[in-house]
């Protein structure tokens, strides 16, 4: 039974360019949320999804930010015109039922050049 | 918004000594989850406290939730290098719902 999958692990961008990061919810989780860590931080929430649908995206930047999670397929953080300061760790959990219990993925370490 | 503050930010104790943090918020909390991060790693669940005035053990860890709900704490008895981490408090608001993490407390052992 595999967990949250995240890729890439890391990916180096240059300032100006796009960031996709990639997330599978664990086998039969619908619900999926996006957290950001800053270095020696705690982690924030940006979005939570569901199939097809954004529920929550109060912690999601007004600009350049965009999250989606297709019918087929994993979820996508996109990030355009990447700058410095979006250089984190980004974590996807998902889970399911009433005790909202959230699995991790190892996260995806974005670095800014 | 609701913060969750954590104390304290950062704890070095020796292997075999015990250690405390506190998950505190100016607000009643509807539940409190607990989390541990290994350097470099990822949040790994450790447990959800629900009741008021709750304690559950995990081992060498004890959680405890306020009678009021708007304080948490995890305390671990004789600290183990492995227990080196961040230990994240997150409060859980209902169900399928975002956590809104603690500022976290880091966890140094040595021998």
């Known amino acids: 039974n595999a967990g949250v999958m995240q890729n890439p692990r890391h990916l180096v961008r240059r300032r100006g360019q796009e960031a996709r990061l990639r997330c599978s919810p664990m086998?039969?989780?619908?619900?999926v949320y996006w957290y950001r860590q800053l270095p020696e931080e705690g982690l924030k929430f940006m979005v939570y999804l569901q199939k097809e649908n954004i529920i929550d995206e109060s912690g999601m930047p007004k600009e350049r930010f965009s999250a989606e999670f297709p019918k087929e397929g994993p979820s996508i953080l996109r990030i355009q015109q990447v700058v410095r300061g979006d250089s984190a760790a980004y974590f996807c959990?998902?889970?399911?039922?009433?005790?909202?219990?959230?699995?991790f993925g190892a996260g995806t370490r974005l670095s800014v050049l | 918004g609701q913060q969750v503050m954590q104390i304290p930010q950062y704890q070095h104790v020796q292997e075999g000594e015990d250690f405390t943090t506190y998950c505190n918020s100016s607000?009643?909390?509807?539940?409190i989850q607990w989390y541990k991060q290994r350097p470099g790693g990822h949040p790994v669940f450790l447990i959800q406290l629900v009741k008021s005035g709750e304690v559950k053990k995990q081992k060498r860890l004890t959680f405890q939730f306020g009678e009021a709900k708007k304080n948490s704490s995890l305390h671990i008895t004789a600290t183990q290098t492995t227990d080196v981490g961040t230990y994240f408090c997150?409060?859980?608001?209902?169900?399928?719902?975002?956590?809104?993490f603690g500022t976290g407390t880091r966890l140094q052992v040595t021998l």
């Open positions: 997150a409060e859980n608001t209902g169900t399928a719902s975002k956590l809104t």
């Open positions: 607000t009643t909390l509807s539940n």
């Open positions: 959990a998902s889970a399911q039922g009433a005790k909202n219990i959230q699995y």
């Open positions: 086998k039969g989780h619908s619900h």
